[in-house]
């Protein structure tokens, strides 16, 4: 049974914008917390924003603090990453997971969307 299912990703250059989408089950969104992360060629899977469902309180990490903003839909259980002033460092593939804690450490994110690829051009 899917459970988070992202779309949204892209290509586009310097500067540009894209809208990332995550669809959740309720189980994997209800008074849960949905977080984004990234993952690089050749790096480490890194968090960078996060949302808690039940009051829409976010989280940022400062790499993308300022140009990416994490938004809810809870009639539709889906979680927006708005990604604007998009640099080539960016570029990754992207994941939405869902955990029960306030936390960014992937290990302890239970569920895991099968990820959309962001590809920032120069």
């Known amino acids: 049974q899917v459970q988070l299912v992202e779309s949204g990703g892209g290509s586009v250059q310097a500067g540009g914008s894209l809208r990332l989408s995550c669809a959740a089950s309720?189980?994997?969104?209800?008074?849960?917390?949905i977080a984004w992360f990234r993952q690089g060629p050749g790096k480490e899977r890194e968090g960078v924003a996060r949302?808690?469902?039940?009051?829409?309180?976010?989280y940022y990490a400062d790499s993308v603090k300022g140009r990416f903003t994490i938004s809810q839909d809870n009639a539709k259980n889906t979680v927006y990453l708005q990604m604007n002033s998009l640099k080539p460092e960016d570029t990754a593939v992207y994941y939405c997971?869902?955990?029960?804690?306030?936390?960014?450490?992937?290990?302890?994110?239970?569920?895991w969307g099968q990820g959309t690829q962001v590809t920032v051009s120069s």
């Open positions: 997971a869902s955990s029960p804690i306030a936390t960014m450490t992937p290990s302890l994110y239970n569920y």
């Open positions: 949302i808690y469902t039940g009051d829409g309180s976010p």
């Open positions: 309720r189980y994997t969104y209800s008074r849960q917390y």
